[in-house]
C-alpha cells in the first residue's frame, strides 16, 4: 500500500519539472535539472547523458563525473532502441527524442530500489517525454540566438521563429500547470491560433461513431460538441493516417474534390496534425484560415511540436487520475466514521480546498467509545499533504485512541502523543489537535487543546462560548506540558469543532473569520447533523468564496432520543 500511495507524490516531482523546464533555454540546464530529479527519486549511483546533434555526438554528461567520457560514448552513441534495462538489472537506458528526432541517450545505473525498477521505468519514460521537449525548446532557443546575430536580412525569419517559440512555451506552461486537459485545451485553441494566424483552432475527438469538435477557437456556437463522419471531415482522416502534419495551402481545392465536406466555408488554408496516445490517434488538431498560403515551414514545425506536447500531457492527466483515485481512497479511510454511538450525535464533513490538485490532506477527526460512558472527540491538523500528512495522520489518531484507553485525562494523553510525534519525525512536522472525553451520561466534557482552533458550543438559546483552556501544538517540541479544561455539555448544546481551514477562508477581499464563525454557529437553525453543511454553505455565500485549505468539521451533542443513532457523515467532497 505504501509504495502505490507514494506514486502520487513522485509523479508530482516531475509535473513540478515539467512547469520548471517550460522556459529553459540551455541544454545544459536541461540535462542538470533532470540529473537533480533522478537524483532524488531513485538516488543512482551514476548517470551519464550523450547529447546527439544530427546524429552526431556534441557533448556527453557524467554524474560522478570521469576522468575519460569517451567509455561512456562509445557505449552510448549508437543506442537507437526506445529503452533497455542494463545489464545489472538496476538501471535503464533510454533513448530522448521529440518529434520525431532523436536527441541523445540517458543511462540511469544501480538505482537505490532496484525491486521498483517497473516504477522508475514508468517515470523515467514520462520524464524523457518532457527531457525531449525541453532540450527541443532549449536547441530551437539556440538557434534563436544565433539568428539575431546574422545579416540583417534574416531578421524577420528570427523573429517569427521567436514568435512562435515564445507562444510555445506559454502554451507549454499552460499545460504544465495543471492535469485537467478539458482546461490545457480551452487555452491551446486560442494561444495556438494568435501564434499561427489561424482564424479557427479546433480539437476533434475520434470515436467510434466518428468526429467530435470537442474544442474549438472561431468556430460557430453551435458546431463544438457535434459529430461528423469521416466524409466530412478528409483532412482529418489524412492525418491520422499519416500521422504527420497534413498542410494545404490552396484549401478550396480539397474541399472540392469532397463536397460534403463540413466546416468548409471560407477556408483559404488548412493544418491538421495527429494526437496520438499509447501509439493510437486519439483524435486532430485542426487550423484554419480564409488566406492562402498561411501555413509556411515554421508553422508546421510549430504544430508538430504542440501536438507532441498535448499527447504528453493527455497522458499525464490520465497518469495522475489514476493516481488520484488511490490518494481519494486513503483520504476516505482516515475519515472513517461510526455510523451510531450511543449517548450521542454528530455530524461531521470534510471539504478539500478550491486551490492546486486533490492530494491527501493534513485534516481529520475521529470518534471512538472509550468504555460504556465515555467518548473521545477528536479533531486536528497535520501540516502538509500528500503521503507523509497521511502517515502522520494515521500515527496521531492511532496514538490517541490508545492512550485515553489507559488514562483519563486528555492532556497526559496529548502529552504522549507529542513524545511519540517528536521521535517520529522531523523538527519542521507538527499537528494542532483538540481532544475531548465526553461523559455519555453526565454531559462532562474533559479536553485538551493543542494549539488548535478554539472549539464553541452553541447553547439552545443560540449564545456561543469558547472552550478557553490551550495548550500548545505538538510534535515540534520534545517536551510539552498539556492542561486539562472542562465543560459541561447539556442538553440541546452542541460542540463544534473546526480546522483553520473555515476561519482562513476567503470572502471577497477578507477572511471568513471567527466572527462571522461565531455569528453562523449562534443565527443557524441546523441540527447537530446538519451543523457542518450549514457551515460550509455560509463560506459558499460569501462573495468570490474562495477555499485556500482543507476544511474538517466535527459536531456532538448529547443524544436527544433513543440509542443516539444519526444519519452517516458527510462524505468528502469538493467545493
Known amino acids: 500500500m505504501d509504495n502505490a500511495i507514494s506514486r502520487p507524490a513522485e509523479y508530482a516531482m516531475v509535473l513540478d519539472l515539467m512547469s520548471r523546464m517550460a522556459a529553459l533555454d540551455s541544454e545544459d540546464k536541461a540535462i542538470e535539472r533532470i540529473f537533480e530529479l533522478f537524483i532524488d527519486l531513485c538516488a543512482p549511483e551514476k548517470l551519464a547523458y550523450v547529447s546527439l546533434v544530427d546524429g552526431a555526438v556534441a557533448r556527453a554528461y557524467c554524474r560522478p563525473l570521469v576522468p575519460d567520457p569517451e567509455g561512456v560514448v562509445e557505449r552510448l552513441r ?32 544501480g538505482i537505490a530500489l532496484p525491486e521498483q525498477r517497473s516504477h522508475y521505468l514508468n517515470l523515467a519514460l514520462t520524464t524523457v517525454d518532457v527531457m525531449g521537449l525541453a532540450i527541443s525548446n532549449a536547441r530551437l532557443h539556440e538557434r534563436l540566438v544565433r539568428a539575431r546575430a546574422d545579416a540583417q536580412g534574416e531578421r524577420d525569419l528570427a523573429r517569427g521563429l521567436l514568435g512562435l517559440s515564445d507562444a510555445l512555451n506559454t502554451i507549454n506552461a499552460t499545460i504544465n500547470s495543471t492535469l485537467d486537459f478539458g482546461d490545457i485545451m480551452r487555452h491551446v485553441v486560442v494561444e495556438a491560433a494568435e501564434a499561427t494566424g489561424a482564424d479557427r483552432v479546433g480539437m476533434l475527438r475520434r470515436g467510434e461513431d466518428g468526429w467530435k469538435l470537442v474544442y474549438g477557437h472561431g468556430y460557430p456556437a453551435d458546431a463544438v460538441g457535434k459529430v461528423y463522419s469521416s466524409a466530412q471531415l478528409p483532412y482529418a482522416v489524412r492525418a491520422a493516417v499519416q500521422r504527420e502534419v497534413v498542410v494545404d495551402n490552396e484549401a478550396a481545392r480539397v474541399f472540392v474534390a469532397h463536397p460534403d465536406a463540413a466546416l468548409a466555408d471560407d477556408t483559404g488554408s488548412i493544418m491538421t496534425v495527429a494526437l496520438t496516445l499509447k501509439g493510437e490517434v486519439f483524435g486532430v488538431l485542426a487550423f484554419r484560415a480564409r488566406s492562402s498560403g498561411v501555413f509556411n515551414a515554421r508553422r508546421v514545425d510549430f504544430a508538430r511540436k504542440l501536438s507532441s506536447s498535448l499527447s504528453l500531457a493527455l497522458h499525464n492527466a490520465r497518469l495522475f487520475e489514476s493516481q488520484r483515485t488511490i490518494a481519494d481512497t486513503l483520504q476516505q479511510a482516515l475519515l472513517v466514521m461510526p455510523r451510531r454511538i450511543r449517548g450521542i450525535e454528530f455530524g461531521s464533513l470534510y471539504q478539500a480546498s478550491t486551490l492546486g490538485e486533490a492530494v491527501v490532506g493534513g485534516d481529520f477527526y475521529d470518534l471512538f467509545e472509550i468504555d460504556n460512558r465515555s467518548v473521545g472527540v477528536v479533531i486536528g491538523d497535520i501540516a502538509g499533504k500528500g503521503l507523509k500528512a497521511a502517515t502522520l495522520t494515521s500515527l496521531v489518531k492511532d496514538s490517541i485512541r490508545a492512550y485515553t484507553h489507559i488514562d483519563s485525562s486528555p492532556a497526559w494523553t496529548i502529552e504522549q502523543t507529542n513524545s511519540l510525534l517528536f521521535d517520529s519525525t522531523s523538527d519542521s512536522d507538527f ?24 472549539a464553541l458550543i452553541r447553547a439552545t438559546d443560540g449564545a456561543v462560548r469558547g472552550l478557553a483552556v ?48 461565531v455569528e453562523t454557529v449562534s443565527h443557524t437553525a441546523a441540527t447537530t447533523a446538519e451543523m457542518p453543511e450549514a457551515l460550509v454553505e455560509a463560506i459558499k455565500n460569501c462573495p468570490d468564496a474562495m477555499l485556500p485549505d482543507d476544511v474538517a468539521i466535527l459536531c456532538v451533542s448529547m443524544a436527544s432520543h433513543g440509542d443516539g443513532a444519526v444519519p452517516a457523515p458527510s462524505e468528502p467532497s469538493l467545493f
Not at 82 to 109: K, T, Y
Not at 431 to 454: M, N, Q, R, W
Open 431 to 454: 499537528a494542532t489537535v483538540f481532544l475531548g472525553i465526553l461523559d455519555t451520561e453526565s454531559g462532562e466534557l474533559t479536553y485538551c487543546s493543542a494549539g488548535h482552533p478554539t
Open 470 to 517: 490551550g495548550s500548545t501544538v505538538i510534535g515540534a517540541f520534545e517536551e510539552v506540558e498539556a492542561r486539562d479544561g472542562t465543560e459541561r455539555l447539556a442538553p440541546g448544546e452542541i460542540l463544534v469543532l473546526y480546522t483553520d481551514g473555515i476561519t482562513e477562508a476567503r470572502c471577497k477581499d477578507d477572511f471568513f473569520g471567527e466572527e462571522r464563525l
Open 78 to 109: 549508437d543506442f537507437t532502441t526506445p529503452w533497455v534495462e542494463s545489464d545489472s538489472g538496476a538501471g535503464f537506458i533510454l533513448s530522448v527524442q521529440h518529434a520525431g528526432e532523436r536527441l541523445g541517450v540517458l543511462e540511469i545505473e
